[in-house]
């Protein structure tokens, strides 16, 4: 078949004849030309505390200018926004949106950061990247949260406007990728050491399902491979799961399964470990040295932060992250 | 303050017969402003109007 193209954005590298779609639909194969369907055309905006991201080391208590397309490249059955990141651009609503607005927006609202996220970024590339190059010269910064699941061009290519990631680190088995998000974890792993050598600021986060990736043999092998990848400073968000789409069948996570894979994190080397969706002293950053509380949180907000230039408040240890 | 005793004041009813011809044209006169002047917004049902050539992809024939 003539004009037939392969987009290299992300490892699915669809193969597309003309008038086809993407796996991830946003993306469409015209005249033997790939086009982009979603550019300038967010399904959602909204103005978030940066710690539901959640991004804990990055400019805490400010807020995020957050935008989304429909589309993404996985299809997770816990999926969270499964309304908007398993639909075609065309079964949403959307704004009239470009690049230069965007940072007209947040420059509006008094953000500090524009977020790509709530479905998968990846999908909005050619979006996120103009957008990013336009707030960097503004001084707004950039931050996404990603599956991690794209090819090591465009993600070097990006990682140059891009201040800081929260990849979705969803398991630690190619199985759990294969079977519940259609996908596979080593170009995730692959993205993760890419954004740190290109120095973006990157916190993980892993949704603790029950039954599903609660093992803590795997949560151990997953931190341990964090710690000597990512560094000990790489903090990492084990939250908590909720029955929802296609897994509406499983319980709740267990508190209890949190703070084991909270000690488990933090036996192998990790620093900051958090525990997310739910209440819990695991929201909080503590000093590594002296063990002091540093950033008290209250869900998404701050209500005490110990850390001055960069530093703890009581010892002078440096903390890492992006703190002005 | 000076009471008002509410029970002694007459009862009024409303009903089609309490507007009078010129609160009907009233209303009908700003109704037919709101929907003159109203916009439509209709969501984009057409993504292939807002083409942007994307990044990344080849050839393969």
Redesign the interface.
């Given at each position: 078949m003539a004009n037939r193209v392969q987009c290299e954005l992300c490892p699915n590298g669809c193969v597309l004849d003309e008038g086809q779609h993407s796996r991830c639909r946003t993306r469409m194969n015209k005249d033997g030309k790939l086009y982009s369907l979603v550019y300038g055309k967010p399904c959602a905006v909204h103005i978030d505390p940066i710690e539901k991201k959640p991004f804990f080391h990055f400019l805490p208590g400010t807020i995020a200018f957050s935008i989304a397309t429909a589309g993404c490249v996985l299809s997770c059955k816990f999926c969270q926004n499964w309304q908007i990141s398993q639909a075609k651009p065309e079964d949403t609503d959307t704004y009239d949106l470009p690049p230069d607005k965007v940072v007209t927006q947040a420059i509006a609202n008094k953000c500090r950061s524009v977020t790509y996220t709530y479905t998968e970024p990846t999908v909005f590339y050619e979006y996120m990247y103009d957008t990013a190059v336009i707030a960097r010269k503004h001084g707004i910064k950039n931050t996404m949260h990603s599956c991690g699941y794209i090819n090591e061009k465009p993600l070097r290519k990006l990682s140059k406007y891009m201040d800081a990631a929260d990849i979705d680190l969803k398991a630690f088995t190619e199985d759990f990728y294969s079977r519940i998000c259609s996908g596979s974890l080593k170009p995730v792993l692959n993205s993760l050491v890419v954004l740190k050598e290109e120095g973006v600021w990157l916190e993980l986060t892993t949704l603790v399902i029950p039954t599903l990736n609660d093992n803590m043999k795997n949560i151990k092998d997953m931190c341990i491979w964090i710690q000597k990848n990512l560094g000990s400073d790489t903090p990492i968000h084990f939250s908590r799961f909720f029955p929802h789409y296609k897994l509406s069948n499983l319980p709740p996570t267990p508190l209890e399964t949190l703070i084991d894979a909270r000690k488990s994190a933090m036996d192998s080397g990790l620093r900051f470990v958090y525990i997310g969706n739910i209440r819990h002293e695991g929201e909080n950053t503590f000093c590594p040295k002296c063990k002091k509380l540093l950033v008290e949180r209250l869900g998404y907000v701050v209500k005490q932060n110990n850390i001055s230039n960069g530093k703890c408040k009581y010892c002078s240890t440096a903390i890492a992250g992006v703190w002005s | 303050m000076a009471s008002v005793n509410i029970a002694a004041l007459p009862l009024q009813e409303y009903g089609a017969d309490s507007m009078k011809r010129r609160d009907f044209l009233r209303t009908l006169l700003l109704g037919v402003f709101f929907i003159l002047s109203g916009k439509k917004v209709r969501?984009?049902?057409?993504?292939?109007n807002?083409?942007?050539?994307?990044?990344?992809?080849?050839?393969?024939?």
């Open positions: - | 969501a984009e049902k057409k993504p292939e807002n083409l942007k050539e994307a990044m990344f992809w080849r050839k393969i024939d």
